[in-house]
């Protein structure tokens, strides 16, 4: 159903695409947007249970997407320095496909705990406690992924080599 990448070569493996998906704090959620035309808008997220999920407003475009069309990917991009000199860029990143979905009850619970903990777990844990408490004017959506790959660049392949 998901295409094998191209250049397998370049393929993290799963504990690697894990590390960049908990390593990163944004990245792009694409969708089919109003008239079928495509939407894809930075987001802050969290992965967590093997699905990635993430907080929005309880209405708009990004909810109405999902709503009418959950099949969705999500990127995000680890590492991109510009070699100039060599024409290219050293890269690592991820891309996931699964369907959206909005959360309820434990689930929501769970993973807004996720979110507050990766963004703001430094701050004293009651105050994370009353946040999470007040905070009833967002949906938490989650990914479930079908599929995810990362990939980097043959200049960091060959680094590892050595």
Same mark, same amino acid.
């Given at each position: 159903m998901f295409r094998e990448m191209r250049r397998n070569k370049q393929l993290l493996s799963p504990e690697e695409t894990k590390a960049v998906m908990d390593r990163c704090t /944004?990245?792009?959620?694409?969708?089919?947007? @109003?008239? #079928? *035309?495509? *939407?894809?808008?930075?987001?802050?997220?969290?992965?967590? /249970?093997?699905?990635?999920?993430?907080?929005? %407003?309880?209405?708009? $475009?990004?909810?109405?997407a999902i709503t009418k069309y959950p099949?969705?990917?999500?990127?995000?991009?680890?590492? @991109?320095?510009?070699?100039?000199?060599?024409y290219t860029s050293h890269f690592r990143s991820v891309i996931a496909f699964g369907k959206a979905r909005i959360v309820e009850g434990d689930e929501r619970l769970?993973?807004?705990? %996720?979110?507050?903990?990766? *963004?703001?777990?430094? !701050?004293?844990? #009651?105050?994370? $406690?009353?946040?999470?408490a007040r905070?009833? !004017?967002?949906?938490? %959506? %989650?990914? @479930?992924?079908? $599929?995810i790959t990362g990939k980097e660049s043959i200049e960091f392949i060959k680094a590892k080599q050595q």
């Open positions: /944004n990245g792009i959620l694409a969708c089919l947007g @109003d008239e #079928d *035309y495509p *939407y894809a808008v930075p987001l802050s997220y969290v992965y967590f /249970n093997g699905k990635i999920y993430f907080h929005s %407003a309880k209405s708009g $475009h990004k909810i109405d099949k969705v990917s999500f990127s995000v991009v680890d590492e @991109d320095t510009i070699v100039s000199e060599e769970e993973a807004f705990e %996720a979110m507050v903990e990766k *963004y703001s777990g430094d !701050q004293p844990e #009651d105050e994370r $406690h009353r946040e999470i905070c009833t !004017q967002a949906y938490i %959506a %989650a990914i @479930d992924v079908e $599929h």
